[in-house]
């Protein structure tokens, strides 16, 4: 990403990139690891990398149609990550599901990581696990979008294409289930 590039804001790189397809990478280069990482959490790393490459092909190929008044485009990508995962959802739900059986996490993490969360979190993983496989699939995208990636109810609502209303009450019917199924108050 160029210095030009980098003092650009996503909407205005997409609208460079009608005339000058080259801008649009600086858009891959800003989100292209948050995706993978927001998608390796809800299906796998393996399958993270497909969704990788399709959410920023179909970006492109879309972005004609892009609403500029936005200036950043992280929640459209999100929206488009997770229609795509929503397509891998049966793997999703497999890999949550074999999570609450073993505890094995199957997103990589650094050794000393490691030793620290599965120390710390070992015995709520299985049943937080347990907790989002049992989610319905729009409540699972909030919920996920709000505490992975941190996007505000606004931004949610964009990503997913949602009336901001319907944010609020999947991420409250979510952490109330998660609360039922981990007998835990501080969700």
Known sequence: MT???AELDDAELIRRSAGDPEQFAALFDRYARQIHLYAARRIGTQAADDIVAETFLAAFR???T??????LARP???GIATTLV???RRQEER???ALSR???DPLPEAVADTVVSRVAARDKQRELAGALASLSRGDRDVLL???WEDLNYEEVAQALGIPLGTVRSRLHRARKKARTVLGDEEL
């Open 102 to 104: 073993t505890g094995v």
């Open 95 to 97: 890999l949550l599901r």
């Open 62 to 64: 879309r972005r004609g």
């Open 86 to 88: 929503a397509r891998h």
């Open 66 to 71: 892009y609403d500029l008044s936005f200036p």
């Open 145 to 147: 979008l709000v505490a």
């Open 3 to 5: 210095i030009e590039t």
């Open 76 to 78: 459209w990508l999100y």
